[in-house]
C-alpha cells in the first residue's frame, strides 16, 4: 500500500543570537527562518528548512512563508509520495507553475531527501566535517578573545567579517592570539569597492590569508582583484548556480566558492557548482535542519574534491554556536573544530515540540 502525505507544515521560527551579529551588510539580533515539516500517514518525518536572506536582498520572511503555503495548497508533494516519486530531489519534480525563491527550494527539497531517507531507513554517513569558527566583528581585542575561545576547542581555521571599520587591527589581533598555524579567512560581504579591497587586501596580505570570500560586488571588479593580490579569492553572493561558477571561471574572479544551501537552492544545485569550482559548504546562519542538510553538502564536496585533487577546506557550519537556544532535541554536535552528524536516519534532527512553539513566530 502507497503511504500518503498526512500533513504539511510550514512554521516560521526564530534564534536569538548570543550576541549580536554584526557584519559589513548589517547588524542581527536574531535569525528569523521557516521550518518545513512533512508527515506521512505512518508518521514518517521529513523536515526542510528555509533561511530568508532579505539583508542581501533576497526573499524576505513573508514571500517564503506565502511560497511554501502554496506549495502546501498545491498538492504537489502529495502527488509525489502517493506516487512512489520520492528519491534524490532536484527541482525539476516540483509542478513548475510554483515560483519559488531559492530558501523556499532549498526547504522543500531537503524535506523531500530526509522523508525519502527516513522512509528507506538510510542513515547518515557518521564522518564528521572540518569546521571554520565565525567570529563576529567588533573592536580588536573582543574578536581576538573570541578567537581564543574557538582555539580552545579545537578549530584551527578561522572566519573574521570585516567591512565595518579596523579591518587591519582584527586581522593583526587574530593572528597574534590563535599563532602562525592557524588558517585565516576574511569576509567582506562585496561591501567593499575594488579600490577599499585592493588597499584591505595590501594590508592584511602579510599577515597569512587563506582566502577572502566575496570581496567586492562584481565578477568584473573581482576579476580585476584577483590581479592586483596574493590572496585566493572565493564568491559567496556572486555565487548562485552553475552558470555563474562557469563564468566566474572565464574571468578568472574566483578560485573558490562557498555554497549556501538557501542560496543555491538545495544540495543537488550545490554539487552542480562543486563540479566547475572548488567548494565549501556554509552556513546562512540556519537552523539545525539546515546546519544537518549543510554537512551532508559538506561530506559530498569532500568528495568530490578528493577526485577532482583540490585541497581540503574547512565548511563554515559551525554557527550553532552563535544561538542561545535551539528548537532541536538531537541535531549536530560541534566536537574538536567537526560537526558531528546526529545517528540517523535521514538528517538526524529531532524538533523538540516546546522549544518550537517558544520560538515560534
Known sequence: MSLRLASVEVIPYALP????????????????????????????????????????????LAQVVRELEEVRESGALELLIETDGLGYATRSMIDPRLVLSMPSQSAVLTA???????????????????????????????????????????????????????????????????????????DANAAWSLEQATRVLGEIEPLGIELVEQPVATMEDAATLATLTSIPLAGDESIAGREDAERAVRLGAFEATGIKLSKVGGYAAGLEICEVLPAYASSALDGPVGIAAGAALARALDAEGRVLGWPPMAHGLATQRLFASTIASVECELRGGRLHPPPGPGLGVEIDEDALDAHRL
Open 17 to 60: 543570537f548570543r550576541e549580536p551579529y554584526v557584519t559589513a551588510r548589517g547588524t542581527l539580533a536574531r535569525r528569523e527562518m521557516v521550518l518545513l515539516r512533512l508527515r506521512t500517514d505512518d508518521g514518517t518525518v521529513g523536515l526542510g528548512e528555509a533561511v530568508p536572506l532579505s539583508l542581501r536582498g533576497g526573499a524576505t
Open 112 to 186: 523531500l531527501d530526509d522523508l525519502h531517507a527516513r522512509l528507506c531507513e538510510e542513515r547518515t554517513v557518521p564522518s564528521a566535517v572540518a569546521c571554520n569558527a565565525t567570529l563576529v566583528a567588533g573592536e580588536p581585542a573582543a574578536v581576538a578573545e573570541d578567537a581564543r575561545r574557538w582555539a580552545a576547542e579545537g578549530f584551527e581555521t578561522f572566519k573574521l567579517k570585516l567591512g565595518t571599520g579596523e579591518d587591519l587591527a582584527q586581522v593583526r589581533a587574530v593572528r597574534d592570539a590563535v599563532g602562525p598555524d592557524a588558517k585565516l579567512r576574511v
